[in-house]
Each structure stands twice: as C-alpha cells, then as structure tokens.
C-alpha cells in the first residue's frame, strides 16, 4: 500500500474511461495509436486539472515582480542596521509589501501540489506499459497496453538498444522530441518570462543553462524509461509548451523581457 495508490487508481480509471471510449468510437482495441491516444487523453485531463494552480502560478510571479523594486529598495534602506528594532521593522515591512501586492509566502505549494501527481502518472504508466494491473487498468488492459507498439516496438519496451535499429529509431525519436520541446519552452518561453533584474550571477548563468540540462536529462533519463512512458513525455511537453506560450504572449511577468516587449508594443 502506498501513499500515491489514491491517484494512481483515480489515473488508471482515466486512462481506461480514455481508452474505453475512443473503443466507443471505433478505434481497436489493442492498437498502438489507440493507447497513444488514450494516453494523451491523460495528460489533458491531468492538466486541466492542474489549471488553476498554474493560474495562481502566475499571478504570484506578477506579484512578486510588481513588489521586488519597493523590496530592493526596503533592503537598501536597512542595509546595515542589525539591532533588534531593525529587524523587527524590515520584517514587518516586508509582510506589509508582500500583503499590498498579493505576495503568498507559500509560494511554492502550486509546484509542490504537482509532485505527487507526476509521481503517480510516472508509476501508472510505467506499471501498466510493463504489463501489471493497477486500478481499473485491469490484466486485460495492461497487458493490452504492453503488447502495443508503434511501429512494431511495443510499447513496454525501453532502453536504447533493442530490436535493431527500429527500436532505437523509436525510443531515439520520442527522447530527441521532448527532449526538443523541452529546450525550446525553457529557452524561448520561460526564461524570456523570466525577470532577472538584481540576480546574481552564479544564478543568471544557472538560469540560461536550464533549457540544455532540462533537454539532456530528459535524453539521459529516456534510456531507461518505457516507450509508453516516453510518449506521455511527449503530450505532456506538448502541452507545457503550448501553454508556456499562452503565458508568455498575453501574460508576461512585468519586468521580464517578455514583459518588456508587451509593454513596447
């Protein structure tokens, strides 16, 4: 018994609703496209569902960008000063700043809410991709899963070197595709809405080393991973972009360039 079996079941019940209903609709059953599909139908269910804390995300980045000058400028103000009675003032300064514009010290709940649920779709995939029941993803639907394959390459299998070269064309594929998606939302959509006005530099030269870590380790990391597991990479970064896009064009975080632009327009 685990800790994440509540969503890892409530996945498996998505993934066959998914995968029961494009059956509805025609598809075959144990095909390789039909299960791709089920699987993307996961990660737009699991990302809607995920919505508002990306909404709340990033209205606290536009929080903590609108409130970082009179913050500079609070730190300037004390430098120095480390008596007591500072300390206690900087303090309250800041709570009232950070209350002014909307600024949660629990930040980063959004990013941690999400952790469980990648860990459980990481298990329920890789389970049942393997073969092995979980929830409603029955033996008949996993061994299903496991027995699909795009192009000839089942869907359970993993690693770099398999069947010939079909096989590491497959799994090369998808890694070099998300790995790609990954590095251009990184590169082009993150960082650009990224404000690193008064960041230091050990931490600016992190940030702009970000999209080809992100990318390499994802290419890494897929030498081990189930081709099933590899295409929801795929959807999910698909969607990441996308929606980093939507975020950098119409949403950008004030004092980014991305805000820069908006700002010029």
């Known amino acids: 018994m685990?800790?994440?079996?509540?969503?890892?079941?409530?996945?498996?019940?998505?993934?066959?609703?998914?995968?029961?209903?494009l059956v509805e609709l025609g598809a075959t059953p144990h095909s390789g496209p039909?299960?791709?599909?089920?699987?993307?139908?996961?990660?737009?269910?699991?990302?809607?569902?995920?919505?508002?804390?990306?909404?709340?995300?990033v209205r606290l980045a536009h929080a903590t960008a609108r409130a970082r000058p009179q913050l500079r400028h609070l730190a300037e103000r004390y430098r120095g000063r480390t008596d007591p009675d500072s300390v206690r003032?900087?303090?309250a300064e800041r709570r009232r700043i950070a209350a002014e514009h909307g600024v949660s010290r629990l930040g980063c709940l959004p990013l941690l809410a999400q952790i469980p649920i990648w860990l459980a779709l990481y298990r329920l995939i890789s389970e049942t991709a393997a073969g092995h029941p979980v929830g409603a993803m029955t033996l008949v639907l996993a061994t299903s899963l496991s027995g699909a394959g795009v192009l000839g390459i089942r869907l359970a299998a993993s690693g770099y070197v398999g069947a010939g070269p079909l096989h590491l064309a497959v799994v090369g594929g998808f890694a070099v595709i998300a790995a790609a998606l990954s590095y251009a939302?990184?590169?082009?959509?993150?960082?650009?809405n990224t404000s690193t006005e008064a960041m230091p530099d050990a931490m600016l030269q992190v940030q702009h080393l970000m999209p080809a870590v992100s990318a390499l380790g994802m290419i890494v990391v897929a030498g081990v991973a189930p081709v099933g597991l590899l295409a929801y990479w795929v959807c999910?970064?698909?969607?990441?972009?996308?929606?980093?896009?939507?975020?950098?064009?119409?949403f950008p975080t004030p004092g980014s360039p991305a805000g820069v632009r908006a700002a010029n327009r």
């Open 89 to 91: 003032e900087l303090r």
């Open 185 to 192: 939302t990184q590169k082009y959509f993150v960082l650009a």
């Open 2 to 21: 685990s800790v994440l079996d509540p969503l890892t079941h409530a996945l498996a019940a998505t993934l066959a609703t998914a995968h029961g209903g």
């Open 34 to 57: 039909t299960w791709l599909l089920s699987i993307a139908v996961i990660v737009i269910v699991v990302r809607l569902a995920l919505l508002p804390l990306t909404v709340h995300s």
């Open 236 to 250: 999910n970064a698909v969607w990441t972009l996308g929606q980093s896009a939507v975020i950098w064009r119409w």
